[in-house]
């Protein structure tokens, strides 16, 4: 099987989506670091359960997260495959403009005729 590593432009939105809100973004740190249920995760946050869960949800369309059953929890954990594609993504983003500055800094470094 071949690992996939170009995401789609329907990937790419869904991972920017996700990664939009600062809440998203803790969920997603705390779940690189360990694995957590969604209860734990909202014991942390000023607002309810279900709004955790639905912040967990895009994470989770996002292919950011990977939700797994254990019992009667719902144990949440980040995909640091999916992260990985979204940073080379964002690394080619920063190769073209990088390559851009280069050009015009060889533009301005030429001497006046």
Known sequence: ??????LNDEQIDRVFH????ATRRDILRRTLEHEQ????????YDM???AVQKHVAVLEAAELVVKRAEGRERLVRADPDMIARARALLGRYEDLWRSRVDRLDALLAEPEN
């Open 18 to 21: 996700a990664l939009a809100t």
């Open 1 to 6: 099987m071949v690992a996939q590593t170009e």
């Open 37 to 44: 249920s969604v209860s734990a995760l909202a014991a942390d």
């Open 48 to 50: 309810s359960f279900a």
